[in-house]
């Protein structure tokens, strides 16, 4: 037994029949398995873990955590094997505690931020809040852990195992706040049960994710997780009111007990936008908060991007900062990568922005809140992805066809469906918009068609740095393509 090993009961669990085990490692994939290790078999929505449990027990697992259909499934190997076994009713939530349990650090002060839209900004601005207060930070999410410690993440919630390997290791590196994104996914999935939250932020709430998720309902019942189950109820919730949803996630986290901190433009609010003036670089905010009014200079761009900094602002003073200290950092925030993201300017002052906007809302929204910087037209370039929600298809272009002058419809990575009957789709909502299939020229034409105070807005992929065709990832990054494409439309390519 090495000198890192923990018994079954170090790590809160209760084996069959009373069995110990000295486990050396966790693993939710069997090929990750070592001697000495537990592995969790999961129930997926393909297959069951358990499937693999034959290979675990070949690769020398000593335990194995799964619930009772598992058990039923490699009933013969385990049987025949002398692993210990645990039974769980909700093997995903014990694994993640189990996880946190295993690796036993995470920073002293952890937010979490959930919605639709929103929740990398807010991450990040919460992270880079606190970096100007002096302390070592990190946000975790869409973009991998970013900040004063950097490590690639394969999901914006990771499972369990790899998020607290991620949390270990940004202690060891002198992190001691942290800010996450909690995916509806990762929310359902129970990643991030085992995570001592200080505070959580509530965004938005709008179509997304139904490939996934039953229904609207589920996707937000999912959501409403991380205030109803996750956040403690000593913790305090922050959440923008000007959402439709808003009251009900404010209803859930009141009915736990949590300290609530409202924020938006209704009096009602305890962070109020006062108000917004908009410029071609950025924006003034006066916010009230507390019985002051504070007014701030916000070097980005969208309307929108005041409520991220609100929520951000919210999440930091939530979890212990001075209010005047928070407001007086706002003017250094800024833009996330992929984010409404100024990619290139054209010599004759044409603006092109790139942002993540995905689904129906996001468009809409990005759309509008980008017009009161620009005083020309507004050229916007989307596409849908395939093998995802097909129904915002037509949502998107219909948005995208509503709030801008000009639209092309182009592939934002079909997977395996058909790029054209993906833009077919698109198009019923758009039906005026100009289709070229190929990305890259269609962000070409579109930089091609902005003229002095016009701006082109590129929505879908973001930060995203590939096209996936199928199966394959090709590189591609839209603000990489924009640069080109301004370079080489104003001759500035050797």
């Known amino acids: 037994m090495g000198a890192d090993a923990k018994s079954l009961t170090d790590l809160g669990l209760t084996a069959r029949g009373g069995a110990e085990a000295f486990i050396t490692g966790l693993a939710v994939d069997s090929r990750d398995v070592k001697e000495g290790y537990l592995f969790a078999a999961l129930p997926g929505t393909r297959m069951h873990g358990a499937e693999f449990i034959q290979y675990?027990?070949?690769?020398?697992?000593?335990?194995?955590?799964?619930?009772?259909?598992?058990?039923?499934?490699?009933?013969?190997?385990?049987?025949?094997?002398?692993?210990?076994?645990?039974?769980?009713?909700?093997?995903?939530?014990?694994?993640?505690?189990?996880?946190?349990?295993?690796?036993?650090?995470?920073?002293?002060?952890?937010?979490?931020?959930t919605g639709t839209?929103?929740?990398?900004?807010?991450?990040?601005?919460?992270?880079?809040?606190?970096?100007?207060?002096?302390?070592?930070?990190?946000?975790?999410?869409?973009?991998?852990?970013?900040?004063?410690?950097?490590?690639?993440?394969?999901h914006t919630t990771p499972e369990p195992i790899t998020l607290h390997r991620a949390l270990a290791g940004a202690v060891e590196a002198g992190i001691d706040h942290a800010a996450m994104e909690a995916s509806s996914h990762g929310l359902?999935?129970?990643?991030?049960?085992?995570?001592?939250?200080?505070?959580?932020?509530?965004?938005?709430?709008?179509?997304?994710?139904?490939?996934?998720?039953?229904?609207?309902?589920?996707?937000?019942?999912?959501?409403?997780?991380?205030?109803?189950?996750?956040?403690?109820?000593?913790?305090?919730?922050?959440?923008?009111?000007?959402?439709?949803?808003?009251?009900?996630?404010?209803?859930?986290?009141?009915?736990?007990?949590?300290?609530?901190?409202?924020?938006?433009?209704?009096?009602?609010?305890d962070m109020i936008l006062l108000g917004q003036?908009?410029?071609?670089?950025?924006?003034?905010?006066?916010i009230k908060f507390g019985g002051e009014t504070f007014q701030s200079r916000l070097n980005l761009v969208g309307g929108f991007q005041a409520e991220n900094v609100m929520i951000a602002a919210g999440l930091v003073i939530a979890s212990g900062a001075a209010p005047d200290?928070?407001?007086?950092?706002?003017p250094e925030l800024e833009t996330v990568r992929g984010r409404m993201q100024l990619a290139a300017t054209r010599s004759n002052g044409a603006a092109v922005y790139v942002d993540y906007a995905h689904t129906p809302d996001a468009v809409a929204t990005a759309c509008r809140a980008i017009r009161p910087h620009v005083m020309g037209r507004l050229v916007a370039i989307i596409g849908a992805g395939g093998d995802r929600d097909p129904g915002k298809r037509p949502l998107m272009g219909a948005a995208a066809a509503e709030f801008a002058d000009q639209v092309i419809v182009t592939d934002d990575n079909p997977r395996t469906e058909d790029a054209a009957s993906i833009r077919a789709a698109v198009l019923e909502g758009a039906p005026e918009a100009t289709e070229v299939g190929d990305r890259a020229e269609a962000i070409l034409r579109g930089v091609d068609a902005v003229g002095p105070g016009d701006a082109l807005l590129i929505c879908g992929k973001g930060h995203e740095t590939g096209q996936i065709v199928g199966t394959t990832i090709y590189p591609f990054d839209d603000t990489e393509q924009a640069s080109v494409a301004v370079a080489a439309l104003d001759g500035k390519l050797a």
């Open 56 to 113: 675990a027990l070949r690769m020398g697992a000593v335990a194995i955590l799964t619930d009772v259909e598992g058990a039923d499934i490699a009933k013969d190997e385990l049987a025949a094997s002398t692993a210990a076994v645990v039974i769980a009713a909700d093997p995903r939530q014990t694994l993640a505690f189990t996880a946190a349990l295993w690796f036993g650090k995470q920073p002293d002060i952890m937010v979490a931020v």
């Open 277 to 286: 003036r908009f410029d071609a670089t950025g924006q003034d905010v006066r």
């Open 325 to 330: 200290r928070v407001f007086a950092v706002l």
């Open 117 to 154: 839209n929103g929740k990398t900004s807010v991450a990040s601005f919460v992270r880079r809040i606190w970096q100007l207060l002096g302390h070592p930070a990190v946000n975790l999410g869409t973009t991998g852990v970013e900040g004063d410690w950097q490590a690639p993440l394969a």
């Open 188 to 269: 359902a999935q129970r990643r991030l049960d085992g995570v001592n939250l200080r505070a959580a932020g509530f965004t938005n709430f709008t179509q997304d994710h139904l490939d996934y998720h039953d229904s609207f309902e589920a996707y937000f019942d999912a959501k409403a997780g991380l205030f109803a189950r996750v956040l403690p109820e000593d913790a305090i919730a922050v959440i923008n009111i000007d959402d439709a949803r808003g009251i009900d996630m404010l209803s859930i986290a009141r009915a736990r007990g949590q300290e609530v901190m409202t924020v938006g433009r209704d009096d009602g609010a």
